[in-house]
């Protein structure tokens, strides 16, 4: 019964859209409403007001900042709710994410061996090309394609791969649960005090013309999307490290020992 | 509206990985293959001219498919 309407509510929507094929306008079709008002705006006026030659970036970090803010803090909160949700703690110590049936062979220093990820290789090589390339992104995102999201889950991933290739070594960057949910936290801040400066400068929030520092009007808007982006990218991988901190510290899973 | 030819071969792949998720019995098999969609809606993006997105996509489906993997060990594998 359930396959049934699984395949009749599949069928539907695969309808649907080519029921109304006329009304959607084609990609880039110039005569389309968005095409006529808004993107002809910005195409026109988005490199000399922002001085960003990533139209994109401009869009995001400098028309419609504000949307940006509330989108970090909407990321703040998910990590925070996965933190309400997974509230029981089982009460088990040195927590492996090898299963079981890897962790038997060891090596002569009682480290496990693991048959599938060669370690070397994901620390050495790996890890920081991850972390060059993130960084990269974060203050090349203005020019090229890229980003704060696109950064901080980047340095995210960079911190999943250590927990997840080496878990018992005592590590030399740990992000405990309670710091990374109050860094989670400082990303918003950063964001939030960027428009704050703004406004003390004699400007609107997030108005970065207005940034109270003596120089140009093309390095202040560099300054302010740099700054913003900075917060982003705090903001999204500490969020994700407090989510995968929930994960490991707070879910039973079935091979554990108690 | 027009669809490319390009665009029309991923959209396809795009639904029989869906249906593979769907009717699929193990859950392992449905979270790789939901790695994959992500892989493939990252090629989808590329030619609809969104590189932002697409490389967001790229990045958000590894990190997910992690979490997916590691929160399928507290659960039974496969499906009754």
């Given at each position: 019964m359930k396959k049934k309407l699984t395949v009749l509510a599949i069928a539907l929507i695969l309808t649907l859209p080519f029921t109304f094929l006329d009304i959607l306008p084609s990609?880039?079709?110039?005569?389309s409403a968005p095409n006529k008002h808004v993107s002809a705006y910005y195409i026109e006026n988005a490199i000399s007001e922002?001085?960003?030659?990533n139209m994109v970036t401009a869009v995001i970090v400098d028309y419609r900042a504000f949307d940006t803010l509330l989108e970090t803090t909407v990321m703040f909160l998910a990590g925070a709710v996965v933190l309400l949700v997974l509230a029981r703690k089982p009460s088990?110590?040195?927590?492996?994410?090898?299963p079981k049936s890897k962790r038997m062979h060891k090596d002569k220093s009682g480290n496990p061996i693991y048959k599938t990820v060669n370690k070397d290789v994901m620390i050495t090589v790996i890890q920081p090309l991850i972390l060059v390339y993130a960084v990269y992104v974060l203050f090349h995102g203005e020019v090229s394609l890229g980003g704060g999201f696109q950064a901080g889950a980047l340095i995210a991933m960079a911190y999943i791969l250590d927990v997840l290739v080496i878990p018992d070594k005592k590590s030399v960057f740990v992000l405990p649960k309670k710091n990374s949910v109050a860094l989670a936290g400082l990303g918003p801040f950063i964001y939030t005090l960027t428009g704050i400066i703004c406004l003390i400068g004699?400007?609107?929030?997030?108005?970065?013309?207005?940034?109270?520092?003596?120089?140009h009007t093309a390095e202040l808007h560099s300054i302010g999307i740099l700054a913003v982006e900075v917060g982003v990218t705090i903001g999204v991988a500490a969020t994700i490290i407090t989510i995968l901190n929930a994960i490991m510290e707070r879910v039973t899973f079935d091979d554990d020992n108690y | 509206m027009q669809i490319l030819l390009v665009e029309a071969v991923l959209l396809l792949i795009l639904i029989g990985i869906t249906l593979s998720i769907i009717f699929g019995k193990d859950l392992m098999t449905a979270v790789i293959t939901y790695c994959g969609f992500s892989f493939i809606t990252m090629f989808l993006y590329i030619v609809m001219g969104a590189p932002d997105v697409a490389f967001t996509e790229a990045v958000i489906g590894v990190i997910s498919t992690i979490y997916f993997i590691m929160m399928l060990r507290s659960i039974d594998r496969r499906c009754k």
């Open positions: 990609i880039g079709d110039v005569n922002c001085n960003s030659p088990i110590k040195n927590r492996i994410v090898i004699g400007g609107m929030f997030l108005e970065y013309a207005k940034l109270p520092f003596p120089v | -």
